[in-house]
């Protein structure tokens, strides 16, 4: 079982009897990057701001194991800053507070790249170099749990890239829990490995990263016939991923495989009853979002 | 608490704002003093205006020009600019996101602003004195260095009675978390709004109960405004009682306030 670092039990946030979050039970394992996606509006900032106390739930708990809020760093919506403030002198205001020396400031500085321009006023930084020492005060103390909302919001490529590989390298090198939130999905794709899905204040889905994979590439769906055994025993020893359902087999085709599979369905003569095209995670979101608002409505 | 004490001092002095303000106050101590060489000196009244009779009874030492520059309500138009940028910048700007999940910062998060509000106060003060030291040289001749003990006693009140009203300020600033709303308030209430108001309570309850009562006794500003070098010791008591109070009763509803709201930064 994996260590849990958060968990959410039955979160609800009602702003005058309009529930903006409904009752939200959640889990976090501790060294994961999760990705928490929906469209503007969804709850997703909401959602973080509860988990950090900035805004107080109107029924449920948060909980943390093995840390506290005092663990957390966090970038929430637009970057918090002293814009007339250098940016050394933004970082030392929270290193005041989280007791770290000059060295590990200059040492995150550095890892966001702003090491040169750190005695540059904040109000002269671009976009990008505000979210990167947002990111870098978040980091400040050495939090367990790195909460970033739309941390690539209004960036360049440039800066999008940057940005994704420092979360990237911040996982792996300080071991540090992330729960992000976007609405670039692409981008979300690129860095987690579990992924949460809300609409309208409702946690309504929640898949792993292979899962995903798996939902968002090709499939093509044959019908159960007497050849079948040979098609599964021929993708057991390929280790080729499939779904066995009552008249039909589903095979997950990637895009190595291919041409291999749709020759050896046609060599044992199988009826092909229906081919689904590789989804992006955007077709993904946009489907089963479709879904969900069915199932509501 | 000592974290939570420095990272707010760190952060005003650290801004440009009440250095900026400090020169306005430099500035109008200089203009103050000259008021008063201009018409002692120059020429030559000795009427028997309250706030001249200090100069001519022969205390015109060094700390009894000092003394008159803070007196009345001199302090306060700059304790109504400064107190809302201590309050409110950090929501502002969203500065407050970053470090609102620290548990010392909720704990001592009032602390941290009284001591802001009194080094600002004590920073203006000091500016007065500088002012005064200037003045000395360009304008008047200080007969000595004045009665030291008397304007310790009457600066000290002086602070106390702006903290007190920085209280009052910051209540006002937590409550509405928008600078220029928070700073428009506390200088119409300076300005104009204190003594209507305390006149309308009086003429209020001359009429209801037909008692002779001032309410500016019972306030921080009203005490204010009467202080002097001179003033006896039951005013004296009267005023740190009622600043003690006013301080005690404004932080404890702006901490609650602080800790019950939520968090929602107005960022530019």
Redesign the interface.
């Known amino acids: 079982m994996e260590d849990k670092i958060l968990e959410i039990k039955d979160l609800k946030k009602t702003y005058r009897k309009r529930e903006v979050l409904h009752n939200t039970n959640f889990i976090l394992n501790t060294g994961e990057i999760y990705g928490l996606i929906g469209r503007n509006g969804a709850g997703k900032t909401t959602f973080m701001?509860l988990i950090?106390?900035?805004?107080?739930p109107t029924s449920g708990k948060v909980i943390f194991h093995n840390c506290?809020?005092?663990d957390?760093g966090?970038l929430?919506?637009?970057?918090?800053?002293?814009?007339?403030?250098s940016a050394y002198?933004?970082m030392?205001?929270?290193a005041?507070?989280?007791?770290t020396n000059n060295n590990e400031i200059i040492e995150l500085l550095e890892l966001v790249g702003l090491k040169e321009c750190r005695k540059m006023k904040v109000s002269k930084f671009s976009l990008g170099m505000k979210q990167r020492l947002?990111i870098a005060?978040?980091l400040l103390g050495n939090p367990k749990l790195l909460l970033l909302d739309e941390p690539v919001n209004g960036l360049d490529p440039q800066g999008i890239s940057e940005i994704r590989n420092l979360i990237i390298r911040i996982n792996k090198e300080r071991n540090i829990t992330i729960l992000i939130s976007s609405h670039i999905l692409s981008e979300l794709g690129l860095v987690c490995s579990r992924f949460g899905f809300i609409d309208n204040g409702n946690f309504f889905m929640e898949i792993s990263r292979e899962k995903l994979e798996l939902n968002c590439c090709k499939q093509i769906i044959v019908l159960k016939d007497e050849n079948i055994d040979k098609l599964i025993e021929c993708l057991n020893r390929a280790r080729m991923m499939y779904e066995i359902e009552e008249n039909e087999v589903k095979i997950y085709i990637k895009e190595n495989n291919e041409i291999k599979i749709v020759s050896l369905i046609d060599k044992l003569s199988l009826n092909i009853v229906n081919t689904f095209e590789k989804k992006s995670l955007e077709d993904y979101y946009f489907k089963i979002t479709e879904r969900n608002l069915r199932h509501n409505a | 608490m000592r974290k939570i004490i420095y990272k707010d001092f760190f952060v005003t002095f650290k801004s440009r704002f009440y250095y900026v303000v400090g020169v306005f106050v430099f500035g109008v101590a200089l203009l103050s003093l000259y008021g008063i060489y201009h018409t002692l000196f120059e020429n030559n009244i000795t009427s028997n205006y309250a706030i001249f009779q200090m100069v001519n009874a022969n205390n015109n030492g060094f700390f009894d020009y000092a003394a008159e520059i803070i007196s009345g309500n001199f302090l306060s138009l700059f304790v109504a600019i400064s107190v809302p940028v201590i309050i409110c910048e950090a929501f502002g700007n969203g500065y407050i996101k970053n470090i609102y999940n620290f548990s010392e910062q909720k704990k001592y998060y009032i602390i941290g602003k009284l001591v802001s509000i009194f080094s600002v106060i004590a920073f203006y003060v000091f500016i007065t004195l500088l002012a005064t030291g200037i003045s000395g040289i360009v304008m008047f001749k200080f007969k000595g260095i004045g009665n030291v003990k008397k304007y310790i006693v009457f600066v000290l009140l002086h602070i106390l009675c702006n903290v007190a009203f920085g209280c009052v300020i910051m209540l006002i600033s937590e409550l509405f978390r928008k600078l220029s709303i928070s700073m428009i308030i506390g200088v119409i209430y300076v300005v104009m709004l204190c003594d209507l108001l305390y006149q309308t309570i009086n003429s209020v309850v001359l009429h209801l109960v037909n008692v002779k009562f001032d309410i500016s006794d019972y306030t921080v500003m009203g005490n204010m405004t009467k202080l002097t070098m001179d003033s006896e010791k039951g005013d004296i008591i009267r005023t740190v009682l009622i600043s003690v109070a006013f301080i005690a009763v404004f932080s404890v509803l702006t901490h609650i306030l602080f800790l019950r709201r939520d968090v929602n930064c107005n960022e530019k």
């Open positions: 701001k950090t106390g900035l805004i107080k506290s809020t005092n957390i966090l929430i919506e637009n970057p918090g800053l002293y814009l007339n403030l002198d933004n030392k205001i929270k005041i507070l989280v007791e947002s005060l978040a």
